[in-house]
């Protein structure tokens, strides 16, 4: 008896979420209908699979009779999850004292590097922004979502800027780096809660400088701005773009200033300012003021040292009781006559070289004439010789005209003066333009000036 005719039979499993899609074919028996890719994309549709098929298995599944097998015939397009974003930055949030290297290895142990300059646009952090992904979907035609990449955790510190495509953070300002709260930020004053010392180091910053304790010998604090020092100063070296303030004393400190100086007293002091200098006493010092020197109280002294200052003065006493060696310099014209002298002083200096040289290539002229021909050393000095006094001539001509402009100066007098409502001591000496009072006994209450033909005049204050 002939069995039964039966086609084959096709079932479709799924796996969970839809990822991928099985064919388990039973075959045919007794001639019934064979395995054809319009039985398998028939089964497949009335199961709702749709995407991601497998042609070239389906194929095989045909040309081979594949039959009692379990076979993937369908898969789904996975998702790719987007990249979180990260931060890279530029400096260490922690800053630790340690002296600075430099390019040739040298080590400086009083820069300890805690003052971290950046400048507006310096690259502070660098920012990879997240990305999307890309969606997939599963063999049902059905979309299966990514994750998102998430945005990288950051804070935008005071005085500093993000760019507007998010992947850079900048300093907005000139100024001294610090990470606190979380974020980077540019300060554009420095503030040393105590002394200036070797747990400091020497400051170098570009904004203003706030010293709440005193600076200690032997270490420096520049500024291209202002210096504001609470306590003492004592052997250091303070350099400011602007106003350097000093709230008690300096000794033995060499100050630069492009603006003011202001301390409560000076003492054995070399100050560089182009602007007023203010305190209550200086005790031989070297400055050179640009503005007015400035004593204050009802006690300002200034005690030996020298001062060259373009303004007239006012002081309580100047000078000691010791005759203590005060030497005071007023105006422009005083200046320019130091330097006349120094110039005419150069000029003599360089005609006795002249002169030496003229005797040399003299007596070298005479014994070439003599010989016919120098010896080649004897023949280089004598060029070297002629070379060099053209050079001195070219110095004298200079100098010549330097003196002419400094002459055409000094007739146009400064009708500048000292004013001392206390003693003027021996051993002082005020140059003002070109004229010179040296006091050779004790003045009281007097006004050092000039009178009406340009002469040093004493009068009472």
């Not at 028939?42 to 298995?57: H, Q, Y």
């Not at 602007?242 to 003011?260: E, L, Q, R, W």
């Not at 140059?431 to 009068?459: C, H, M, P, W």
Request: aromatic share 6%.
């Amino acid at each position: 008896m002939a069995g039964i005719r039966k086609d084959c039979n096709v079932t479709v499993t799924v796996s969970p979420k839809y990822t991928e899609a099985f064919v388990y074919i039973e075959p045919p028996e007794n001639g019934g209908q064979g395995i054809t890719k319009e039985i398998i994309t028939s089964a497949l549709t009335a199961n709702n699979i749709k995407f991601g098929l497998r042609e070239e298995v389906i194929d095989s599944i045909i040309k081979d009779e594949r039959y009692n097998q379990r076979m993937c015939v369908a898969a789904a397009e996975y998702p790719v999850d987007g990249e979180n974003g990260e931060i890279s930055y530029k400096f260490d949030k922690n800053v630790e004292a340690a002296p600075v290297e430099d390019e040739q290895g040298f080590v400086d142990y009083k820069d300890l590097g805690l003052i971290r300059t950046v400048y507006a646009g310096d690259l502070i952090a660098e920012i990879k922004l997240p990305t999307e992904g890309k969606s997939g979907m599963n063999v049902r035609g059905e979309v299966m979502r990514q994750i998102v990449g998430k945005k990288a955790s950051y804070t935008i510190g005071s005085n500093t800027k993000l760019s507007e495509d998010g992947t850079r953070i900048t300093a907005a300002v000139d100024g001294h780096l610090v990470f606190k709260n979380g974020a980077f930020t540019v300060e554009t004053v420095v503030t040393i809660g105590g002394d200036v010392d070797a747990s400091v180091g020497n400051i170098d910053f570009i904004g203003d400088i706030i010293v709440k304790g005193n600076i200690c010998e032997g270490f420096k604090v520049s500024s291209n701005s202002n210096i504001t020092v609470n306590g003492d100063v004592n052997g250091a070296v303070l350099e400011s773009g602007g106003d350097i303030v000093i709230k008690k004393g300096c000794i033995n400190t060499k100050i630069t200033s492009h603006s003011s100086v202001s301390a409560q007293f000076c003492e054995r002091c070399t100050i560089k300012c182009d602007g007023d200098i203010s305190s209550q006493n200086y005790v031989i010092c070297d400055i050179y003021c640009g503005g007015t020197l400035i004593t204050k109280g009802s006690n300002g002294s200034i005690i030996g040292g020298r001062y060259t200052i373009l303004n007239s003065i006012e002081a309580a006493n100047i000078g000691s009781k010791n005759y203590t060696p005060t030497e005071i310099t007023l105006g422009d014209n005083a200046i320019l006559a130091n330097e006349k002298a120094g110039l005419e002083a150069k000029i003599a200096s360089i005609q006795k070289s002249m002169n030496d040289l003229t005797l040399i290539i003299n007596f070298l002229n005479e014994k070439k004439k003599e010989l016919h021909r120098l010896p080649e050393d004897k023949e280089k000095i004598l060029g070297n010789s002629v070379r060099q006094k053209v050079l001195y001539n070219v110095d004298i001509k200079n100098a010549e005209k330097r003196i002419e402009e400094i002459n055409i100066s000094l007739e146009a007098k400064q009708m500048l003066s000292v004013g001392c409502k206390g003693y003027i001591y021996p051993g002082t000496k005020i140059t003002i333009n070109d004229v010179i009072f040296k006091a050779e006994t004790e003045y009281v209450r007097s006004r050092v000036g000039l009178d009406r033909d340009g002469q040093i005049a004493v009068t009472s204050y």
